[in-house]
């Protein structure tokens, strides 16, 4: 290969990432509205110059490459699409994304990852090539999972993509003695939080939190300077994620917040099997939705609760609960990443525990948490990593 080849080759590879790198950008706008399907975001160039883009906006509405097609109009014809995800080509809510790009004249398509999905995986490549369409695979592929980590950790295993948030003290407490402030993080990191609640499905926490909390789960970020903040629709209206308590005997107060909301936010509570009828007939009749699960060891089975809830298309969850849940979820190879806030607090030892008796390899094979960066926020500082199991595969 001769040198101008390599630099023509390199040219094309650095415009191509650049418009990928939009694409991505426009695909995180659909963060906490699109599930169960991906976050999906399509640009489309024509000598140079944008003249499309879109992006998945919700569930059920039109995807990426077909609201980027509407805005290019007639220039798409020989243009080239950048799409985040293969394009579909199966009739759902929509029709298959791969005849609009055919009718609309691309000719070529830059695709960095196959679609999980086995009634589309590679279906959609094979299509756009037969009809003449040129097609290059690979770009920034691991940028593309990563994207949509949680569609790939639903179609591979069935279940929902999870992070474990805890606010904790330097002592790694979750909550000070009897008498304490409430809060263990700063303002800051508490609005963090909001942000991260926009962008998943559900967010989850056990009963203790619920009784001793009283917490409402939700985005309460406002809209400020005709900005919509991170997580948030383009109208300001909060994507509020949907609730879910793990509650064994159905504890529940009828009086929470969280109950109280149930007719606004969608709201679960999971109980054991022989939980009281009466008792789940009026949370029902408060509008909370009541699933029943088995029991392992006297704790709700969270493999059977993660994946009724990553069926009922809650793929992405936040875990918020106390040190049972945290615990749980970790022993049981749940938890995808983790985001602990670090306050400059010391508790001591009439502070709550932040976990509780973790497995042997939790403590003797160090590699588990990988990926980690420190960010200060607040004066607390976020520690985020990815979660990986002793072979070096993701959990």
């Known amino acids: 290969?001769?040198?101008?080849?390599?630099?023509?080759?390199?040219?094309?590879?650095?415009?191509?990432?650049?418009?990928?790198?939009?694409?991505?950008?426009?695909?995180?706008?659909?963060?906490?509205?699109?599930?169960?399907?991906?976050?999906?975001?399509?640009?489309?160039?024509?000598?140079?110059?944008?003249?499309?883009?879109?992006?998945h906006e919700r569930y059920g509405s039109a995807h990426a490459e077909v609201n980027a097609l509407a805005e290019a109009g007639a220039r798409a014809s020989g243009a080239t699409l950048y799409v985040t995800l293969e394009p579909c080509s199966i009739s759902g809510k929509t029709p298959p994304c791969t005849d609009a790009i055919v009718a609309a004249g691309i000719a070529r398509t830059v695709v960095p990852v196959e679609d999980p999905n086995?009634?589309?995986?590679?279906?959609?490549?094979?299509?756009?090539?037969?009809?003449?369409?040129?097609?290059?695979?690979?770009?920034?592929?691991?940028?593309?999972?990563?994207?949509?980590?949680?569609?790939?950790?639903?179609?591979?295993?069935?279940?929902?993509?999870?992070?474990?948030?805890?606010?904790?003290?330097?002592?790694?407490?979750?909550?000070?003695?009897?008498g304490g402030t409430r809060w263990t993080s700063s303002e800051a990191s508490r609005e963090l939080v909001h942000a991260m609640r926009a962008k998943v499905d559900c967010v989850?926490?056990?009963?203790?939190?619920?009784?001793?909390?009283?917490?409402?789960?939700?985005?309460?970020?406002?809209?400020?300077?005709?900005?919509?903040?991170?997580?948030?629709?383009?109208?300001?209206?909060?994507?509020?994620?949907?609730?879910?308590?793990?509650?064994?005997?159905?504890?529940?107060?009828?009086?929470s917040a969280i109950v109280s909301g149930a007719r606004d936010v969608r709201t679960i509570v999971v109980c054991r099997e022989s939980a009281d009828p009466s008792r789940r007939a009026q949370l029902e009749g408060a509008g909370v939705a009541v699933w029943s699960a088995g029991t392992l060891d006297g704790r709700l089975d969270l493999d059977v609760v993660l994946r009724r809830a990553a069926a009922?298309?809650?793929?992405?969850?936040?875990?918020?609960?106390?040190?049972?849940?945290?615990?749980?979820?970790?022993?049981?190879?749940?938890?995808?990443?983790?985001?602990?806030?670090?306050?400059?607090?010391?508790?001591?030892?009439?502070?709550?525990?932040?976990?509780?008796?973790?497995?042997?390899?939790?403590?003797?094979?160090?590699?588990?948490?990988?990926?980690?960066t420190w960010t200060e926020i607040g004066g607390d500082c976020l520690f985020e990593s990815d979660v990986f199991a002793s072979d070096g595969e993701p959990v």
């Open 1 to 55: 290969m001769s040198m101008t080849t390599k630099n023509r080759d390199r040219t094309r590879s650095d415009v191509d990432s650049f418009f990928m790198s939009r694409a991505f950008e426009l695909a995180k706008r659909g963060r906490g509205a699109t599930s169960p399907n991906p976050v999906v975001g399509a640009v489309i160039v024509r000598d140079g110059e944008i003249v499309g883009s879109g992006y």
């Open 118 to 178: 086995p009634r589309v995986s590679g279906e959609g490549i094979s299509i756009l090539r037969n009809a003449g369409v040129e097609v290059d695979l690979g770009l920034m592929h691991e940028e593309a999972r990563s994207l949509n980590a949680a569609y790939f950790k639903y179609r591979s295993t069935g279940l929902p993509f999870t992070t474990l948030k805890l606010a904790l003290s330097l002592d790694g407490r979750i909550a000070p003695p009897p």
């Open 204 to 255: 989850m926490v056990g009963i203790g939190t619920v009784l001793a909390d009283d917490p409402l789960l939700t985005d309460r970020r406002t809209r400020t300077g005709g900005h919509a903040p991170d997580g948030m629709s383009p109208d300001g209206g909060p994507r509020q994620p949907a609730r879910l308590v793990l509650d064994t005997h159905l504890r529940t107060p009828l009086e």
């Open 312 to 372: 009922e298309g809650l793929i992405s969850v936040l875990s918020e609960g106390g040190a049972g849940v945290a615990s749980s979820l970790l022993n049981g190879g749940f938890v995808d990443r983790v985001a602990f806030f670090v306050t400059p607090k010391l508790y001591g030892g009439g502070g709550v525990p932040a976990l509780g008796t973790l497995d042997d390899s939790w403590w003797s094979e160090r590699s588990r948490l990988v990926n980690g």
